[in-house]
Protein backbone atom coordinates (compact mmCIF):
# COMPACT_ATOMS: atom_id res chain seq x y z
CA UNK A 1 0.00 0.00 0.00
CA UNK A 2 1.16 3.24 -1.12
CA UNK A 3 1.52 5.71 2.08
CA UNK A 4 3.08 9.37 2.87
CA UNK A 5 4.35 9.86 5.63
CA UNK A 6 5.03 13.67 6.84
CA UNK A 7 7.30 15.04 10.21
CA UNK A 8 8.60 18.20 11.41
CA UNK A 9 5.36 20.76 11.82
CA UNK A 10 5.18 23.02 14.92
CA UNK A 11 4.63 26.06 16.60
CA UNK A 12 7.03 28.75 15.01
CA UNK A 13 7.61 32.40 16.10
CA UNK A 14 7.44 34.99 12.79
CA UNK A 15 10.97 35.08 10.85
CA UNK A 16 11.61 31.42 11.85
CA UNK A 17 12.62 28.09 10.14
CA UNK A 18 10.83 24.98 10.05
CA UNK A 19 11.98 21.95 7.63
CA UNK A 20 9.08 19.28 7.02
CA UNK A 21 9.74 16.17 5.81
CA UNK A 22 7.88 13.55 4.00
CA UNK A 23 8.62 9.88 2.96
CA UNK A 24 7.27 7.92 0.48
CA UNK A 25 6.79 3.86 1.47
CA UNK A 26 6.46 1.61 -1.47
CA UNK A 27 6.86 3.43 -4.67
CA UNK A 28 4.97 1.72 -7.54
CA UNK A 29 6.06 5.03 -9.71
CA UNK A 30 9.06 5.17 -11.89
CA UNK A 31 9.27 8.99 -12.98
CA UNK A 32 6.88 10.87 -9.71
CA UNK A 33 6.87 14.13 -8.09
CA UNK A 34 6.43 14.93 -4.46
CA UNK A 35 4.99 17.94 -3.53
CA UNK A 36 3.27 19.97 -0.89
CA UNK A 37 -0.19 21.63 -0.87
CA UNK A 38 -1.57 23.65 2.29
CA UNK A 39 -4.59 24.50 3.88
CA UNK A 40 -5.61 27.53 5.97
CA UNK A 41 -8.17 27.79 8.17
CA UNK A 42 -11.25 28.36 6.11
CA UNK A 43 -9.31 27.92 2.96
CA UNK A 44 -9.07 26.01 -0.13
CA UNK A 45 -5.71 24.08 -0.34
CA UNK A 46 -3.32 25.63 -1.95
CA UNK A 47 -0.46 24.58 -3.93
CA UNK A 48 2.83 25.11 -2.07
CA UNK A 49 6.09 23.68 -4.22
CA UNK A 50 6.51 20.79 -6.53
CA UNK A 51 9.79 18.33 -7.53
CA UNK A 52 10.14 15.78 -10.06
CA UNK A 53 11.98 12.64 -8.10
CA UNK A 54 13.75 11.76 -11.63
CA UNK A 55 14.97 15.15 -12.67
CA UNK A 56 14.92 17.16 -9.72
CA UNK A 57 12.87 19.84 -11.48
CA UNK A 58 11.25 22.40 -8.67
CA UNK A 59 8.04 24.64 -8.62
CA UNK A 60 7.48 27.16 -6.16
CA UNK A 61 3.98 29.20 -5.64
CA UNK A 62 4.97 32.97 -6.06
CA UNK A 63 3.93 33.54 -2.65
CA UNK A 64 6.94 31.09 -1.44
CA UNK A 65 9.94 32.11 -3.84
CA UNK A 66 12.89 32.92 -2.08
CA UNK A 67 11.38 31.91 1.31
CA UNK A 68 11.37 28.22 0.73
CA UNK A 69 12.71 25.12 -0.88
CA UNK A 70 12.02 21.69 -1.82
CA UNK A 71 14.88 19.37 -2.16
CA UNK A 72 14.57 15.45 -2.26
CA UNK A 73 16.43 11.98 -1.58
CA UNK A 74 15.45 9.83 -4.38
CA UNK A 75 17.13 7.03 -2.65
CA UNK A 76 15.23 7.37 0.45
CA UNK A 77 11.88 8.60 -1.53
CA UNK A 78 11.94 11.41 0.74
CA UNK A 79 11.18 15.46 -0.04
CA UNK A 80 12.04 17.97 2.70
CA UNK A 81 10.56 21.36 2.67
CA UNK A 82 12.76 23.66 3.77
CA UNK A 83 11.04 26.69 5.22
CA UNK A 84 12.73 30.34 5.94
CA UNK A 85 11.14 33.54 6.78
CA UNK A 86 8.41 32.14 7.94
CA UNK A 87 5.19 34.63 8.28
CA UNK A 88 1.85 34.12 9.89
CA UNK A 89 0.09 33.91 6.84
CA UNK A 90 2.07 30.67 6.58
CA UNK A 91 -0.18 29.12 9.15
CA UNK A 92 -1.80 25.87 7.70
CA UNK A 93 -1.88 22.35 7.60
CA UNK A 94 0.98 21.17 4.89
CA UNK A 95 0.18 18.36 3.38
CA UNK A 96 2.49 15.85 0.92
CA UNK A 97 1.12 14.46 -2.54
CA UNK A 98 2.73 12.25 -4.87
CA UNK A 99 1.69 10.97 -8.68
CA UNK A 100 3.23 9.74 -11.68
CA UNK A 101 1.18 11.55 -13.83
CA UNK A 102 1.92 15.50 -13.20
CA UNK A 103 3.19 17.60 -16.06
CA UNK A 104 5.05 20.59 -15.31
CA UNK A 105 1.94 22.79 -16.53
CA UNK A 106 -0.23 20.93 -14.08
CA UNK A 107 1.92 20.83 -11.01
CA UNK A 108 -0.51 23.46 -8.98
CA UNK A 109 -3.98 21.37 -9.10
CA UNK A 110 -4.49 18.97 -6.96
CA UNK A 111 -6.06 16.76 -8.67
CA UNK A 112 -3.06 15.44 -10.78
CA UNK A 113 -1.77 13.78 -7.84
CA UNK A 114 -2.47 10.31 -6.73
CA UNK A 115 -1.78 10.01 -3.05
CA UNK A 116 -1.65 12.47 0.08
CA UNK A 117 -0.54 12.35 3.61
CA UNK A 118 -1.92 13.42 6.56
CA UNK A 119 -1.25 16.46 7.15
CA UNK A 120 0.86 17.98 9.34
CA UNK A 121 0.38 21.50 11.05
CA UNK A 122 2.21 24.61 10.90
CA UNK A 123 1.73 27.47 12.67
CA UNK A 124 3.47 30.52 12.71
CA UNK A 125 2.98 33.34 15.61
CA UNK A 126 3.16 37.07 15.22
Known amino acids: QVQLVESGGGLVQAGGSLRLSCTLS????????MGWFRQAPGKERGFVTT????????YYADSVKGRFTISRDSAKNTVYLHMNSLEPVDTAVYYC???????????????????WGQGTQVTVSS
Open 26 to 33: RPTFSNYA
Open 51 to 58: ISMSFGSA
Open 97 to 115: ATGERVTPSAVTYGDEYDY
